[in-house]
T-cell receptor, first 109, second 114 residues
Framework: AQRVTQPEKLLSVFKGAPVELKCNYS??????LFWYVQYSRQRLQLLLR??SRESIKGFTADLNKGETSFHLKKPFAQEEDSAMYYC???????????FGTGTRLTIIP | EAGVAQSPRYKIIEKRQSVAFWCNPI?????LYWYQQILGQGPKLLIQ????????DSQLPKDRFSAERLKGVDSTLKIQPAKLEDSAVYLC????????????FGPGTRLTVT
C-alpha cells in the first residue's frame, strides 16, 4: 500500500525566510506526487503536481526517486502562505489519492 | 463554475443513531469520491464512483457505512448505526476522470458523535 510521511506536524517560519516542508513516500509502481493546500476557512485544493514541473505561488517541489522524497520549497515565505499542507501520492493511471498527515505552516510576521 | 456542494455542514448525533450526508459534484464530473478525515490525520478515501458505478470501496466499513450515486450525479453517504470513532470531517470530491486530473473538494461535513 502507498504511504506518505510528513515528519513535521507544525512548522513556523519568519516572513522572508526560506520554507521547506518535508515529504517522503513509499515506492510502488509509477508514483505521482502532489501537494494539496488548505487555507483558513477554504477548501482543500491542489497546489502543484510533480509532472507539471511548475512553480505555483513561488513554491516548487522536485521528485527525488532515489530518496523517495517530494519536499516543497519556497525561497521567501509570505504571510499568506500560512496554511495546512498535505503531500499526496497516487499510482500513475489510478486516481486513488493517499494523503500524508499534513504540516501546518505558520508564517511569523 | 460552481464548486462541489455538501450538506449539512455540521451534524451532531448520539451513538447508535443514523446520519446521511449529501454531495453534489461539479457539473460534468464523472468521478466522485468520499473521504473521511479524522482530527490530526489526512483524508482517507472511503469510496470512489465512476458515474453511478463503484470503482473502489475497499476502505469503506460496509457493516455500517453505505453510499450511492443515483443517476451518476448526486451522492449520499450514510452511517447506520454511528459509533464514537466516526466523529470526523466527511469530504466529497469530484474530478472529470482524466489521468492525473485534479480533484475538487467540497467544504466538508463535520460529524460529532456523542
Amino acid at each position: 500500500a502507498q504511504r506518505v510521511t510528513q515528519p513535521e506536524k507544525l512548522l513556523s517560519v519568519f516572513k522572508g525566510a526560506p520554507v521547506e516542508l518535508k515529504c517522503n513516500y513509499s515506492y510502488s509502481g509509477s508514483p505521482e506526487l502532489f501537494w494539496y493546500v488548505q487555507y483558513s476557512r477554504q477548501r482543500l485544493q491542489l497546489l502543484l503536481r510533480h509532472i507539471s514541473r511548475e512553480s505555483i505561488k513561488g513554491f516548487t517541489a522536485d521528485l527525488n526517486k532515489g530518496e523517495t522524497s517530494f519536499h516543497l520549497k519556497k525561497p521567501f515565505a509570505q504571510e499568506e502562505d500560512s496554511a495546512m499542507y498535505y503531500c499526496v501520492s497516487s499510482n500513475f493511471g489510478n486516481e486513488k489519492l493517499t494523503f500524508g498527515t499534513g504540516t501546518r505552516l505558520t508564517i511569523i510576521p | 463554475e460552481a464548486g462541489v456542494a455538501q450538506s449539512p455542514r455540521y451534524k451532531i448525533i448520539e451513538k447508535r443513531q443514523s446520519v446521511a450526508f449529501w454531495c453534489n459534484p461539479i457539473s460534468g464530473h464523472a468521478t466522485l469520491y468520499w473521504y473521511q478525515q479524522i482530527l490530526g490525520q489526512g483524508p482517507k478515501l472511503l469510496i470512489q464512483f465512476q458515474n453511478n458505478g463503484v470503482v473502489d470501496d475497499s476502505q469503506l466499513p460496509k457493516d455500517r457505512f453505505s453510499a450511492e450515486r443515483l443517476k451518476g450525479v448526486d451522492s449520499t453517504l450514510k452511517i447506520q448505526p454511528a459509533k464514537l470513532e466516526d466523529s470526523a470531517v466527511y469530504l466529497c470530491a469530484s474530478s472529470n476522470g482524466q489521468l492525473s486530473n485534479e480533484q475538487y473538494f467540497g467544504p466538508g461535513t463535520r460529524l460529532t458523535v456523542t
